[in-house]
């Protein structure tokens, strides 16, 4: 697929077809980066613990942070 390169500003963009994006699985952010002279933008890596340190802290808090097994 051929697209242009179109002057935003200062800056030079690309608008990508909302379909790809889809495809993609790409809303709000992406990470770009460039592989053997390629543009390469993948969805984002989720991070795993991502918000287990506040929810150890709210389950120490309400006291519901007893071991399972001795």
């Given at each position: 697929?051929?697209?242009?390169?179109?002057?935003?500003?200062?800056?030079?963009?690309?608008?990508i077809?909302?379909?790809?994006?889809?495809?993609?699985?790409?809303?709000?952010?992406?990470?770009?980066?460039v592989?053997?002279?390629?543009?390469?933008?993948?969805?984002?890596?989720?991070?795993?613990?991502?918000?287990?340190?506040?929810?150890?802290?709210?389950?120490?808090?309400?006291?519901?942070?007893?071991?399972?097994?001795?």
């Open positions: 697929m051929k697209i242009a390169i179109r002057r935003i500003g200062n800056l030079k963009g690309l608008i077809p909302a379909a790809i994006l889809d495809q993609l699985g790409l809303e709000h952010e992406a990470d770009l980066s592989k053997d002279g390629a543009l390469v933008i993948r969805p984002l890596k989720k991070e795993i613990r991502a918000g287990w340190s506040v929810a150890s802290k709210e389950l120490s808090v309400c006291g519901d942070d007893a071991l399972v097994m001795p």
